[in-house]
């Protein structure tokens, strides 16, 4: 069984950063792409950012791109996002994911089966 747990939301100002790590255990980490996406209150979950397993190859919301950078770490099977110039918009629930496939990483919730139980970021102007 696999657990994913994310930590290091909070309070931010706007324009401050945040870095969220989302520790992975159970089945075998490195081999699967992992996701991050977020939650609004009132909106659908939508997607953040994604990699690979190698870390080679990474998506990004337009939304993001630019100020998010995902990470990982596969001896410490965990995964990193980096959040800079934060926004009141990027406030949500974040979760971390891992995918059901080995490949190319997806910006589709169905493509992950595992899920973290979410960290809130609050962001204000």
């Known amino acids: 069984q696999v657990q994913l747990v994310e930590s290091g939301g909070g309070l931010v100002q706007a324009g401050g950063s945040l870095r969220l790590s989302c520790a992975v255990s159970?089945?075998?980490?490195?081999?699967?792409?992992m996701g991050w996406f977020r939650q609004a209150p009132g909106k659908e979950r939508e997607f953040v950012a994604s990699?690979?397993?190698?870390?080679?190859?990474?998506e990004y919301a337009d939304s993001v791109k630019g100020r998010f950078t995902i990470s990982r770490d596969n001896a410490k099977n965990t995964v990193y996002l980096q959040m800079n110039s934060l926004k009141p918009e990027d406030t949500a629930v974040y979760y971390c994911?891992?995918?059901?496939?080995?490949?190319?990483?997806?910006?589709?919730?169905?493509?992950?089966?595992?899920w973290g139980q979410g960290t809130q970021v609050t962001v204000s102007s």
């Open positions: 990699t690979t397993w190698s870390g080679s190859s990474r």
């Open positions: 994911a891992r995918q059901s496939t080995y490949g190319s990483s997806s910006r589709l919730s169905r493509a992950y089966t595992d």
């Open positions: 159970g089945r075998t980490f490195s081999t699967y792409p």
